[in-house]
Structure formats: C-alpha cells, structure tokens
C-alpha cells in the first residue's frame, strides 16, 4: 500500500476503495480540499477565469470576418461604377465606400476591440493595395492612346490609397476600447 506525507504525518493511500485501508470516503478524506497539493486558488469575485481557446478562436473570427467585410464593402464601388478615370465618379466611390468601412471601424473598435478593429485595419490595407493597382492601371491613360486620360494628377494613384488606410487607423486608434491587461504586474 502507497502512503503520503501531509501536514507532517504518514497517511495511507487506498489502491481500491473497497481495500482494507478504508475507502475514499472516510472522515479524514473528507476534510481534504479537491487537490491533495492543497494549490486551489480562490477566483476573484467568485468567477472563474475565461478559456483560452474560445477568446482566441473569438478574436480569430473576428479579425478575418471584419477584414473580408471591410475589403467588400470597400471595393464594390469601383466595381459598380468602373469609369474612376473621371474625377465626380472617383469621388463618388470613395465616398462610397471609405464612408461604410470608417462606420464599420467605429462599431467593430468599440464592440470587439482588438481583434476586430486589426480586422478592419488588415482589409483597408488590401484595399489600399487594390487601389493602386487600380490608379496604376488608370494612369495607363497618359501612355496608351485607346484609354482615356485621368481628369486627376497621377499623384493621386498614391496619395488616395495612403490617405484611405490612414483615415481607417486613425479611427481605429482613436475608438479602440481600452482593456486593462489581465497579468499586468
């Protein structure tokens, strides 16, 4: 029969409940706490900590969900109107679409926090990506005479994009809400 040393005595181990030593159930098991290493620490406030797994997988989904929807609801003026050659149409689709990905930024920083407002922010980067390629693709017009030339200086083919990925960092930044770290110490 195995037996442990606590609080300074020798105490028997039953290898079976029903072994001649007693069983689990006797009165002095009965005053042990959960663990025999006597380590249980109280929880704060009686709640128990989070899972890990389900605030990463939280944050996880969050972040993809809210960059894909960024990017979408980004880019489909450009898609609906195609003639960004001209300055009103080019206008009117940034208006378009930076204004619902700004609001997205917004609602996404104060709800999610983090995760959801890198989310936003990894979608405009694709979409400051898209939007040069695009201007570099519109800028052609000053090379090849069958497209029609940009009503807007060629610096706005970097300019735009800089200034869209700006403006949503920027209201991530600033509309982020604040979690006080948990093992800050």
Known sequence: MLSIIQGGRKRPIPSHPETEAGDFFAPEYEQMAFDPLETDEATPGGKAPGDMDKAMLAGCTSFVFNSFLAYGLGVWPFFAMPDTWRTSVLLTSI?????????????????????????????????????????DQVMMGFVIREIPNPEYPTAFGWIIPIGWFLAVVATAVLFTKNEPAENAG
């Open 95 to 135: 208006a378009a679409g930076l204004t619902p990905v700004l609001i997205l930024c917004l609602i996404v920083s104060r709800k999610l926090g983090l995760p959801g407002a890198t989310g936003v922010v990894a979608g405009s980067m694709a979409m400051a990506v898209f939007l040069y390629l695009r201007f």
